[in-house]
């Protein structure tokens, strides 16, 4: 058979219907293709032919091109060589067995994930350690950038969440207390929850929701359009240069919004008991400082710099698996969200266990 005419996406229709009949003819018999005529050749119709020869030969024939011209020969290769591998097939499993399977992969992928972390945060702490020793390779500038997206943009919706949850936490213990005459101890029910626990875990959810989710976006796109390649063969360290400054920033203001939004929170609690439980602001004042410890602050912003790390390691390492599609991208923004909420609340439980073990 002899092919002309153009092989391109602009002729779809006839190419498939040239090649629908490619197949009938070659099907369980030997056929030679002449290529010398086709005038024009793209990746379409490359992959609409090696398609049709795969068909041939798996119906038992063979297809040979002769006289293709070596920039069309080189292009039915390239798409012979990056053609898809069908996936192997799986053994029929039942129910149990199928079950067992679905865990058995979770685990083995969260396995290789938390190797892919830590492998990150091992490069992150070189890179400190490369920078300490040439501050001047540092970016102040990107450091400082940074800590204002994280923290100063992120100031209103921490003290507006903490001052909401603050106030719903003393309205909800008034009422169970009352029944008790003792409402006056919602002081000390929200100023150990919100210092202790509540305060640094909502701050971390919202900076991994909104902080975390941009760095992860942010870096998923320089890898969609290879900025992050361009940056290695400029000779220049990406984790360095991009990864650094935003885990520091993390680290330094996920402290400060912690403590911005146990302030507000306190004050929610604060006029919540005033207004339901009759409370004066001296005694709840008073209150406060008898219930609570400068120990007690301290619990959450030690709390807040290891949430930071987690959330700064998890956002990169999404970032950095994001492929090049804008599924991928929306896929990989969720998993940071999901994992770095999941680990922030994972390590305060851990840290909950260490610091009633040493009584602190």
């Known amino acids: 058979m002899a092919l002309g005419g153009r092989w391109t996406a602009d002729q779809a ?12 003819a070659g099907r369980g018999a030997a056929l030679a293709v002449d290529m010398a005529g086709i005038e024009r050749l793209d990746t379409l119709g490359a992959w609409v032919l090696e398609r049709t020869r795969a068909e041939i030969e798996a119906a038992g024939g ?8 070596p920039e069309h020969r080189t292009l039915l290769g390239e798409v012979a060589a ?15 067995m199928g079950a067992l399977d679905g865990v058995g992969r979770a685990t083995v992928r969260a396995g290789r994930e938390c190797v892919e972390g830590i492998a990150v945060l091992g490069e992150v702490i070189a890179a400190c350690g490369r920078v300490l020793a040439r501050p001047g390779s540092f970016r102040g500038t990107a450091l400082v950038n940074q800590i204002e997206q994280v923290a100063l943009n992120g100031a209103p919706i921490i003290v507006l969440i903490s001052f909401l949850v603050g106030g719903i936490v003393a309205q909800q213990g008034i009422f169970q207390l009352q029944r008790f005459g003792a409402q ?10 919100i210092l202790r626990e509540l305060g640094v875990l909502l701050t971390s959810i919202m900076v ?16 969609m359009r290879e900025e992050v390649d361009a940056l290695r063969v400029m000779g220049l360290d990406p984790i360095e240069i991009l990864i650094v400054p935003r885990v520091l920033a993390l680290m330094i203001g996920l402290p400060m919004l912690t403590l911005i939004g146990d302030l507000a929170a306190l004050t929610g609690g604060g006029l919540t008991a005033m207004l339901y439980g009759g409370l ?7 209150r406060l400082q008898a219930a609570v410890g400068v120990h007690h602050i301290l619990v959450g912003l030690i709390k807040a710099p290891f949430m930071a790390l987690i959330i700064g390691v998890i956002a990169t390492v999404e970032g950095f698996a994001v492929e090049g599609s804008a599924e991928s991208l929306g896929r990989h923004v969720t998993a940071s969200v999901v994992k770095s909420i999941f680990m922030v609340i994972v390590l305060d439980g851990l840290f909950a266990v260490f610091f009633a073990a040493i009584d602190f």
Do not use: C
Not at 62 to 69: K, N, S, V
Not at 208 to 223: D, K, L, V
Not at 280 to 286: G, H, M, S
């Open 13 to 24: 229709p006839a190419v498939e219907a040239a090649a629908a009949r490619l197949a009938a």
């Open 62 to 69: 063979r297809l040979a091109y002769l006289g293709a011209a």
């Open 82 to 96: 990056r053609g898809a591998e069908p996936a192997p097939a799986r053994p029929g499993l039942g129910p149990v």
């Open 184 to 193: 006056t101890f919602v002081v000390n029910l929200i100023g150990l929850l």
């Open 208 to 223: 991994a929701g909104r902080s975390g989710s941009a760095i992860t976006a942010e870096i998923g796109s320089m890898r």
């Open 280 to 286: 004066t602001l001296d005694q709840f004042l008073a």
